[in-house]
């Protein structure tokens, strides 16, 4: 099922556990490190799933990270 799933991103779509996230990437940065610190420390999250913003290059820095964090 989906429970301990936090799904992180743009559009909702009615999803439990879904955390809806700015379209500017400065503050989508800022925002992604605190909902993801809060999720690691949540013993309710087993699992993260972030839905890959813009392949564009405002979004760039952020999309690095997130494909860094994910290989870890």
Same mark, same amino acid.
């Given at each position: 099922?989906? #429970?301990?799933? %936090?799904?992180?991103?743009? #559009?909702?779509?009615? @999803? ?12 989508? @940065? ?7 610190? @809060? ?6 999250? @087993? ?18 990270? %997130? ?6």
């Amino acid at each position: 099922g989906s #429970e301990g799933t %936090l799904v992180v991103g743009f #559009e909702r779509g009615g @999803a439990p556990g879904f955390v809806e996230m700015s379209r500017d990437p400065a503050r989508y @940065a800022a925002e992604l490190y605190r909902v993801l610190h @809060a999720a690691d420390e949540s013993p309710a999250v @087993a699992r993260i799933v972030v839905v890959m913003p813009p392949d564009t290059p405002d979004w760039a820095g952020v999309r690095d990270r %997130l494909v860094r964090a994910a290989s870890d």
